[in-house]
């Protein structure tokens, strides 16, 4: 009878041993869980140049944007807004997916380059969605407001990624108008070295990064481009670029798209058009399973 007893005890305690394993390796299923979502950093340019003339992104099938319209009308910076409106809609209700929002600009006198709008691990539901509206600022002076791309990932580093060993996957939201580092120069150049080697340009930053953080860290881009080519003149759109497909990147892409191209490779992430997300909910709802259901 005894041992009855001392059998029944074994095998009570036996069950709540294999309850308490279940919960802490898995509340849901009883295996080993996943690695949580790497939280996400949205870094929105908000320098002058974003005060430029944006593509019209009429979705597939609306007539094209009249004069005066909106859509028409909108700047790169009101076009990023709206961009991150409907990303944050969509990610509404995203179980174990955290956001965060800075806009990154210069401005003379201040030390940082970029200002937190939502802070890491931030939900992307309508709380979220209200500070967006009231918070990111599209309508501002663009004198001396210049855009330090490399200055931003570089003063990210010891604030953020450090203290996350670099886990986090990054989005880099711009026209690719860098102003302090010689693009051509910086593209070129060669190996990265460790955190005291001086700042040289966006794409050797985050290939320094890379290589700090490996696997841990990922980046992607979305370019938008401008309506006006840089001479000033009515420029053509960039079929390839904008195409339905968000995720085309060609070689030929001038200035920021081939930048933002680069630097999306070397993030080990991937370009989009922000264009052709706006033109496509389809393609913000893959953008926004790619960044909340990620794979290591």
Request: net charge negative; with cysteine.
């Amino acid at each position: 009878m005894q041992t009855d007893k001392y059998q029944s005890w074994q095998g009570f305690i036996g069950m709540i041993a294999a309850l308490v394993m279940g919960l802490i390796f898995c509340p849901s299923t009883g295996a080993f869980a996943q690695e949580p979502v790497k939280p996400v950093l949205i870094l929105a340019d908000v320098s002058g140049s974003m005060q430029d003339p944006a593509l019209p992104f009429e979705k597939e099938g609306e007539e094209e944007a009249e004069e005066g319209s909106p859509k028409k009308g909108y700047t790169k910076a009101q076009a990023v807004k709206e961009l991150l409106l409907r990303m944050s809609r969509r990610a509404a209700g995203s179980e174990g997916c955290g956001f965060g929002l800075y806009g990154m600009r210069y401005l003379a006198g201040y030390d940082e380059v970029y200002r937190p709008i939502l802070p890491l691990d931030s939900r992307f539901d309508l709380d979220a969605q209200e500070v967006i509206a009231d918070d990111f600022i599209t309508d501002y002076p663009v004198f001396n407001r210049r855009s330090a791309i490399g200055g931003a990932l570089r003063q990210l580093d010891p604030k953020e990624l450090e203290s996350l060993d670099g886990r986090m996957t990054i989005v880099l939201i711009s026209d690719g108008k860098e102003t302090f580092f010689d693009i051509e120069a910086d593209l070129n150049e060669g190996e990265p070295e460790g955190d005291d080697d001086p700042v040289k340009g966006p794409f050797t930053e985050i290939r320094r990064l890379k290589k700090k953080y490996s696997g841990n860290l990922t980046l992607h881009t979305v370019y938008f481009e401008d309506r006006l080519t840089e001479g000033g003149d009515p420029g053509s759109e960039i079929g390839t670029y904008i195409s339905d497909n968000p995720q085309v990147m060609e070689k030929n892409v001038p200035g920021g798209g081939q930048l933002l191209e680069r630097m999306a490779g070397a993030g080990g992430g991937k370009g989009f058009s922000g264009t052709a997300l706006l033109r496509s909910d389809a393609a913000i709802e893959a953008l926004m399973a790619l960044l909340c259901n990620q794979s290591e």
